[in-house]
């Protein structure tokens, strides 16, 4: 099992930043692949972002390219988000979620169907 939360979330404003951390505990963190995802009201959860088991591999939905950048820091067992150049369109529930990932396997990093844990999320509004 493995436990997940989320902080970090709040209200801004446009062109702001924003860094959303996620704490990880249960099961060893290094073992798992981890992604960033998002609800808007009325939407479908979207990918965000996720990086790989050591970090060393990182990907992004091209709406967030070059303005969020993930990281984790597995002696810390934490996730992060730092999102810059924040628009409107930006605003949702963000969650983390925890992908088991043996030694050459292959998941899905996009499909949150593949991910086994998620957090509850923490809501990110961006006015205008």
């Known amino acids: 099992q493995v436990e997940l939360v989320e902080s970090g979330g709040g209200l801004v404003q446009a062109g702001d930043s924003l860094r959303l951390s996620c704490a990880a505990s249960?099961?060893?963190?290094?073992?798992?692949?981890m992604g960033w995802f998002r609800q808007a009201p009325g939407k479908e959860r979207e990918f965000v972002a996720s990086i790989s088991r050591i970090g060393g591999t990182t990907y992004y939905a091209g709406s967030v390219k070059g303005r969020f950048t993930v990281s984790r820091d597995n002696a810390e067992n934490t996730l992060h988000l730092q999102m810059s150049s924040l628009k409107p369109e930006d605003t949702a529930v963000y969650y983390c979620a925890a992908q088991f990932v043996r030694l050459y396997q292959y998941r899905d990093y996009e499909d949150g169907h593949e991910y086994d844990y998620w957090g509850r999320g923490t809501q990110v509004t961006v006015s205008s």
């Open positions: 249960g099961r060893k963190f290094s073992d798992y692949a």
